[in-house]
């Protein structure tokens, strides 16, 4: 059950993005530091987004304590920027009022101009700010912003590409020099005969290394020495050791211990491997977000808007509500809106995840980023900006990705600990082989060099990065999968439950069912054609507003029955409807009212009991005092409704119905549903507390409701699954929200909470076995039967954090398995 805080102080959101963070040690070392000061509530920070999501209480902290706090830690903040060039270009003396405009805005950091180039460069807290507050503000002071904006979403694309050069140039200069170095450390004949007097092939070995040591292995060095300068260690802090180890120690045996082993190729291979692990993990880390990526790209830039007549081109954040917009064939729909002018068919597979076009006319609603196919059609907006269902889902996904899960804080704080466990580990395997060298006659062999050796393996094999890349990688490929699917999954922690859930609880109405009254069953008395009657029926309840009639109406008109003249019409309140219809008396509605009017129902009447059985509602009709008719009206079952059952109890979950119907009526819809656990008679308000009473049978409880009448229910089982209506997903209470008013994406659900956890548990598996098979082996405990030389405890520990993040990626394949 999740716990509930009653009181918590007033929030403000902030984000942030550091630089530098390689491992889980990085992350809890800066949400540590963060959650030190008093006004922070609460900090989350992601390792493959390189952000952290602050919320702070205002006024009793500033965003530069909070990026100082950042500093302290070895760690660079980095502010979001937009580089905006305004129109027209400002005068010398306007650009102060400009600046002074924008730093107004609430989150905005701060203002730099370019006058030469007219340009405005904004840094911006990505929560609070956006392109279009920036352009209004700037409107309103008569200056706007030309096409070529810069912003943030641009850059971290750059940065991630940047991330990856940066890496790739120093794999390709390190392997240069490592080639040679390796086949001059153990061939060293083929380099003697070449070398002047005097100069030995460690010499040339030493010139060899040393680019490499210190242009290769500089990002490791700035980041551990600048984490060292602030007491702190991380990641880079153990690799930096190794390798300096190694080389410095060479170096000694070069110049000063002539005829001395060296382990020049031992260091080069070390950060060869790493670096290439480096790339390999850079190169991964960016696929993880793609698919949150591929959401952003599907709205498009500009609109085609219809002002006085005239197709304007516009940036599509300038569209406003009530706008007409021209979508021509193929172009993606800018803004949700409705169909005001033609017909088309709209591919809305990336945001719903249906496959099928589905066909649009006049007064149907659209989605922005959907795929007009066909046909012209005009929209009017009624969402724009951060109201549309995109940036809603862009907005829910990117919220997700904050949220850390218990597992994930777990491995946090054993990361936290663990550099320094290494380091200490290496000092008494250095020691301990020391004394087994020096005091014992076992290893007669050996020098202190071999337990040099044994202590730079074991500072180069650990890797706490594959125990702090497990769950976030997991997490944001499982998340960002969701929603290309139709499944928003709003916290990492109901995405953990998922796997213990063993019983699924149902709303009934709207959820089970399509929500609404529909026509079952029509039986017509004597020779009566049971279009004629409808006819004549439907006619009848055209004026009436009872949901009943309404299912009647609604019928007809789905099955084309034409409406005839009335002249006449008379509500009967609690008995149904009189009216003159072709000059003919037509009564709908009860027994009671055709009792009234002396109708003999007897030629029926056998059909109300089996009916009432399976939870229908009844309804006579009579002609000119003649029984007409007999019509079954009921909340039907959705389509899929059966199949998600029977799907979910072969993966072994307990299916419950809740609803507020009567007994019988309940307990034919479960028959029909193949649900045999039905709690009935359930007011809105007690749904809470009949989810409670299943937990107290040590049930994990999932319940799935429309996510505004169901919501206390929602709220109070361990995962909450709102129903969405496609256009609109703007459910605050649930952990799943489906984009879709589909049951089998329930089931979906399910199936891809089951496998995010599976590959997050298997990323702790192979971190851990990683760790606890290798960490012994670098140590020397069974030499001399296996042992590890320093360089491939470096290449075991890169391909670790690389096999991680690859193996969290095989969720982008991830396809719900569905019997048909």
């Known amino acids: 059950?999740?716990?509930?805080?009653?009181?918590?102080?007033?929030?403000?959101?902030?984000?942030?993005?550091?630089?530098?963070?390689?491992?889980?040690?990085?992350?809890?070392?800066?949400?540590?530091?963060?959650?030190?000061?008093?006004?922070?509530?609460?900090?989350?920070?992601?390792?493959?987004?390189?952000?952290?999501?602050?919320?702070?209480?205002?006024g009793k902290v500033t965003r530069q304590e909070l990026e100082e706090a950042v500093v302290s830690t070895g760690y660079t903040p980095k502010r979001a920027t937009m580089t905006l060039t305004l129109s027209p270009s400002p005068r010398s003396d306007e650009w102060?009022?400009?600046?002074?405009?924008?730093?107004?805005?609430?989150?905005?950091?701060?203002?730099?101009?370019?006058?030469?180039?007219?340009?405005?460069?904004?840094?911006?807290d990505e929560v609070l700010v956006t392109l279009k507050i920036v352009r209004n503000s700037l409107k309103s002071i008569g200056f706007d912003i030309a096409a070529d904006v810069t912003t943030e979403i641009d850059r971290e694309a750059m940065s991630r590409k940047h991330e990856i050069r940066y890496y790739s140039w120093r794999l390709a200069f390190t392997i240069f020099f490592t080639v040679p170095i390796v086949l001059f450390s153990f061939f060293p004949h083929l380099l003697t005969p070449y070398l002047p007097l005097g100069i030995t092939p460690a010499v040339v070995l030493f010139l060899l290394t040393t680019p490499i040591q210190f242009i290769g292995g500089y990002p490791f060095y700035k980041s551990a020495l600048n984490a060292a300068r602030h007491g702190k260690t991380n990641m880079d802090t153990l690799i930096m050791l190794g390798t300096s180890v190694a080389y410095f120690y060479s170096v000694v045996a070069t110049f000063l211990l002539i005829g001395q082993e060296?382990?020049?190729?031992?260091?080069?291979?070390?950060?060869?491997?790493?670096?290439?692990?480096?790339?390999?993990?850079?190169?991964?880390?960016?696929?993880?977000?793609?698919?949150?990526?591929?959401?952003?790209?599907?709205?498009?830039k500009t609109a085609i808007v219809l002002r006085d007549g005239e197709e304007i081109t516009i940036p599509t954040d300038e569209v406003d509500v009530g706008e007409k917009l021209l979508i021509r064939p193929g172009a993606q729909i800018p803004v949700d809106g409705y169909v005001v002018e033609g017909q088309s068919s709209v591919n809305e597979a990336m945001i719903t995840g249906e496959s099928v076009p589905v066909s649009k006319k006049v007064d149907d609603d659209v989605i922005g980023g959907t795929i007009n196919e066909t046909g012209i059609l005009v929209i009017e907006a009624t969402k724009v900006g951060s109201d549309t269902v995109l940036a809603q889902i862009i907005h829910m996904v990117e919220e997700a990705q904050t949220h850390k899960p218990p597992i994930q804080r777990k491995a946090d704080a054993i990361a936290e600990k663990f550099v320094p466990f290494i380091i200490l580990l290496s000092l008494i395997v250095f020691s301990a082989w020391l004394i087994l060298i020096v005091f014992t006659p076992w290893f007669p062999g050996l020098t202190w060099v071999a337990a040099m050796g044994f202590s730079i393996a074991v500072l180069v094999a650990a890797c706490p990065c594959a125990l702090g890349l497990a769950t976030p990688a997991a997490l944001m490929v499982g998340i960002g999968r969701g929603a290309q699917l139709g499944i928003l999954i709003k916290t990492g922690e109901g995405l953990e439950v998922i796997p213990q859930v063993d019983t699924m609880v149902f709303d009934k109405t709207g959820t089970l069912t399509i929500g609404k009254p529909t026509v079952t069953d029509i039986y017509t008395a004597g020779d009566f054609d049971a279009k004629e009657a409808l006819s004549f029926i439907a006619s009848a309840e055209k004026y009436s507003e009872h949901p009943l009639a309404n299912a009647i109406v609604r019928y007809a008109e789905e099955t084309d029955i034409p409406f005839l003249e009335i002249n006449?019409?008379?509500?009967?309140?609690?008995?149904?409807?009189?009216?003159?219809?072709?000059?003919?008396?037509?009564?709908?509605?009860?027994?009671?009212?055709?009792?009234?009017?002396?109708?003999?129902?007897?030629?029926?009447?056998?059909?109300?009991?089996?009916?009432?059985?399976?939870?229908?509602?009844?309804?006579?009709?009579a002609r000119d005092g003649n029984l007409l008719a007999l019509i079954a009206i009921a909340d039907v079952l959705k389509p899929d409704s059966n199949q998600a059952i029977t799907q979910l109890k072969k993966m072994n979950i307990d299916v419950v119905m809740l609803t507020g119907d009567k007994q019988q009526t309940a307990e034919a819809i479960g028959q029909q549903a193949g649900i045999s656990s039905v709690i009935a008679q359930v007011l809105p308000e007690e749904k809470a507390h009949e989810i409670q009473k299943l937990q107290a049978h040590e049930r994990t409880v999932a319940m799935t409701g429309d996510g505004i009448n169901d919501a206390p229910a929602l709220a109070q089982a361990d995962v909450g699954i709102a129903l969405g209506s496609g256009t609109d997903v703007s459910v605050e209470t649930g952990d799943i929200v489906l984009v879709r008013d589909?049951?089998?994406?329930?089931?979906?659900?399910?199936?891809?909470?089951?496998?995010?956890?599976?590959?997050?548990?298997?990323?702790?598996?192979?971190?851990?076995?990683?760790?606890?098979?290798?960490?012994?082996?670098?140590?020397?405990?069974?030499?001399?039967?296996i042992f590890l030389r320093p360089e491939w405890a470096a290449l075991a520990m890169a391909l670790s954090s690389v096999s991680v993040v690859t193996n969290a990626l095989l969720l982008q394949r991830f396809k719900p398995l569905l019997d048909s």
């Open 1 to 58: 059950m999740k716990e509930q805080s009653n009181q918590e102080p007033e929030t403000e959101r902030l984000s942030m993005r550091i630089k530098g963070m390689h491992c889980a040690a990085c992350v809890a070392t800066i949400e540590k530091a963060l959650l030190q000061h008093q006004g922070v509530a609460n900090a989350s920070v992601n390792l493959l987004e390189e952000k952290a999501t602050i919320d702070v209480i205002p």
């Open 568 to 621: 006449d019409f008379d509500s009967i309140t609690g008995k149904g409807v009189q009216a003159v219809v072709e000059k003919r008396t037509i009564l709908v509605g009860n027994d009671l009212l055709m009792q009234e009017h002396g109708v003999d129902i007897t030629e029926l009447e056998s059909h109300i009991v089996p009916l009432q059985k399976d939870g229908k509602t009844t309804i006579f009709a």
């Open 262 to 300: 060296v382990f020049y190729g031992s260091a080069a291979m070390l950060l060869s491997f790493i670096l290439l692990g480096r790339t390999l993990e850079a190169i991964a880390k960016g696929q993880t977000s793609q698919a949150i990526r591929a959401l952003m790209d599907l709205q498009p």
């Open 742 to 785: 589909n049951l089998l994406d329930v089931v979906a659900a399910v199936q891809l909470g089951k496998k995010t956890v599976s590959k997050i548990r298997q990323g702790f598996f192979w971190a851990l076995i990683y760790n606890i098979i290798l960490l012994p082996i670098a140590a020397g405990a069974f030499y001399p039967y």
């Open 96 to 124: 102060s009022y400009i600046k002074e405009t924008v730093l107004n805005i609430n989150g905005v950091l701060s203002v730099s101009e370019h006058v030469m180039s007219g340009r405005l460069v904004v840094e911006y």
